[in-house]
């Protein structure tokens, strides 16, 4: 069983094939930003989590405490706003 938080392995391309050193530099930094889109992918899952149990929680009545309520409301509207930007400056990067 696999741990929730372990580091995902992907199969890469050799560079060993590359004949020249940029070659490798200009495969590893391709490598280097699929990895990086899959990151803020996770990124973003774990926004659109909290997003979501947050806006349970703050529109879970009186079975939570009005601060507890509140404050919930405000994290639910926070992480769709920045989960929002960083897809707007995901999509421009790409």
């Known amino acids: 069983m696999a741990r929730p ?12 094939n590359a004949s020249t050193v940029s070659e490798r530099v200009r495969q590893l930094q391709a490598q280097a930003k699929v990895l990086a889109r899959e990151h803020v992918e996770e990124l973003l899952d774990a926004m659109k989590r909290v997003e979501r149990l947050a806006a349970e929680i703050g529109e879970g009545g009186d079975a939570y405490p009005a601060g507890i309520r509140d404050l919930a409301r405000r994290v639910a509207e926070d992480a ?9 400056i995901g999509g421009r990067a790409q």
């Open 5 to 16: 938080n372990a580091p995902r392995l992907a199969v890469v391309q050799s560079t060993a």
């Open 80 to 88: 769709e706003v920045k989960a929002q930007a960083i897809e707007a």
